[in-house]
């Protein structure tokens, strides 16, 4: 599709692909906005249930208009009857690939998020949508525009939301009893039995999930089956978050097994009610960033080629750390809320310092603002991809490639070695004063030749004769 007009966008690049869509990487050929297109594959365009799922994330996105929820541009079906979503492209990573490179988050961060996840979602409760498959794949972390260094949340992939009857197009899916759907690391209890008593409480059940994820580094809940995992959700308690890791404040522990309990009724009844009692766990300053600012400064053009999340990958394997949410019982989400880009953050542009006026006599000049800190860019890919990258100093994992990232500058090297199961081990070194950009064909283990079989043994418990060789008469056992 590449160099095609879908809208009134042309099809750049193409970002990723899924196991339900493919996702492009699109411009408006007059005014150059940048934009990222789903499109559902032709074949499951013949569902009109799977149409309407899929169409569900641009009526309720349009709906809510929030800053915390990814901006829908344009919907409809291609010539070849494919139906496509024009959304807004963002720059940053999915929250998953955030845990998944840092472990955990610092607790003012966790909050943080959580505090505007909430706001979001409450936009969207208040409009009478429940997202009902929230997760961190579907949570992208992008640069804030109102304070330097300030992160914000969109919320993605309102596939398999669940609208209201009073919402305008809330009669347009309907849902039997005892249909499981949604990811099962993160579905509420009510999700998990299939009964029609699911409502805004559910997403307060997955925030504290995900909230639980950032402070600790693993969701409450992990299994290799998804038949376990919704158990757990149903009848186990939760270990209490300090038990994973000690640093998190009592007071936004009780805000996260609040979250988690099994009955709905126990839960905060409301996302609002929720942001009061972050705010009150005194982890951190809880405020969505402002919205009504200039734009952000020009940013300057990705050298490297934009690169499709990880999430998207999952829609047909595993998740990392034993989760799996395929099977027969699951309306899976359409796709994975990291088919939108996934692209290393770009330093803004420097503009020169303005030229200083002649100060007055005896007036002492302004000091300069102090420059910003150097960094360098870590860019570090193999073949096959999805190796680990290991520092050699202490043995973290870094994360895996395609590896991106922006480091601050410093002198020396930093020795670091790439893994890869059945893979020879590829050690080198980045100049840290420089970045390095690097690929590496891994070279295939060869797998040890098998060992010969003992001889069998004869009637009577002993070693086998051994074959005779030609030309040699040998004794004849008696």
């Known amino acids: 599709m590449l160099n095609q007009t879908v809208g009134n966008y042309r099809i750049v690049s193409l970002l990723g692909e899924g196991g339900m869509g493919t996702v492009y990487l699109a411009q408006h050929p007059g005014i150059g906005r940048k934009a990222a297109i789903k499109v559902l594959h032709p074949d499951l365009a013949r569902s009109p249930d799977l149409v309407t799922r ?12 929030h800053p915390g929820i990814v901006e829908v541009y344009d919907f409809g079906t291609l010539p070849d009857g494919a139906t496509y979503i024009t959304m807004e ?9 955030r845990l998944k490179r840092a472990g955990r988050l610092p607790p003012a961060t966790a909050a943080q998020f959580a505090h505007q996840t909430a706001s979001a979602l409450a936009a969207a409760h208040a409009a009478g949508i429940v997202h009902r498959d929230l997760k961190p794949d579907n949570i992208f972390v992008v640069p804030g525009q109102d304070e330097e260094g300030r992160e914000q949340i969109k919320i993605l992939d309102f596939g398999i939301a669940k609208l209201s009857t009073e919402h305008p197009g809330g009669s347009g899916v309907k849902t039997r009893t005892g249909t499981v759907m949604g990811t099962p690391v993160y579905m509420s209890p009510e999700q998990c039995r299939g009964t029609k008593e699911v409502d805004h409480r559910t997403d307060i059940y ?13 969701p409450p809940f992990v299994s290799s089956g998804y038949g376990e995992l919704i158990h757990m959700h149903i009848g186990t308690p939760p270990a209490p978050p300090r038990t994973h890791n000690p640093g998190i404040p009592a007071e936004l522990e009780a805000v996260v097994l609040k979250l988690l309990a099994k009955d709905a009724g126990q839960r905060y009844q409301s996302m609002g009610e929720l942001q009061q009692a972050l705010k009150a766990s005194g982890a951190g300053t809880m405020s969505y960033p402002r919205v009504d600012v200039a734009p ?3 940013r300057s053009e990705p050298s490297v080629q934009t690169t499709f999340s990880t999430a998207a990958s999952m829609i047909d394997g595993p998740t990392p750390k034993g989760r799996r949410w395929g099977g027969p019982a699951l309306v899976i989400g359409l796709l994975a809320a990291g088919a939108i880009a996934s692209i290393a953050r770009m330093t803004p542009r420097q503009k020169p310092p303005p030229a200083e006026p002649s100060a007055a006599v005896g007036t002492p000049p302004s000091p ?6 150097a960094s360098i860019a870590v860019r570090i890919t193999s ?3 999805g190796a680990r990258l290991v520092r050699e100093s202490d043995g973290a994992n870094l994360g895996v490639t395609p590896f991106k990232e922006t480091w601050p500058k410093a002198t020396g090297t930093e020795k670091m070695r790439l ?13 840290l004063e420089r970045g390095v950009e690097l690929t590496f064909p891994l070279t295939k283990l060869v797998e040890a030749a098998p060992k010969p079989k003992p001889h069998a043994l004869a009637p009577h418990g002993g070693p086998s004769p051994k074959p ?7 004794p004849v056992p008696l």
């Open 54 to 65: 899929f169409f569900n994330e641009a009526r309720a996105a349009n709906t809510i208009r």
């Open 296 to 298: 952000p400064a020009p």
């Open 89 to 97: 492209f963002l720059e940053g990573e999915s929250l998953s690939a």
């Open 419 to 431: 893994e890869l199961d059945g893979f020879r081990p590829e050690p080198f070194a980045i100049p």
């Open 368 to 373: 300069r603002a102090p420059a910003p800190p």
């Open 206 to 218: 997955a925030l504290g999930i995900i909230l639980y994820e950032m402070l600790c580094g693993q």
């Open 383 to 385: 073949t096959p991809s």
């Open 468 to 474: 005779k060789r030609a030309g040699k008469s040998e």
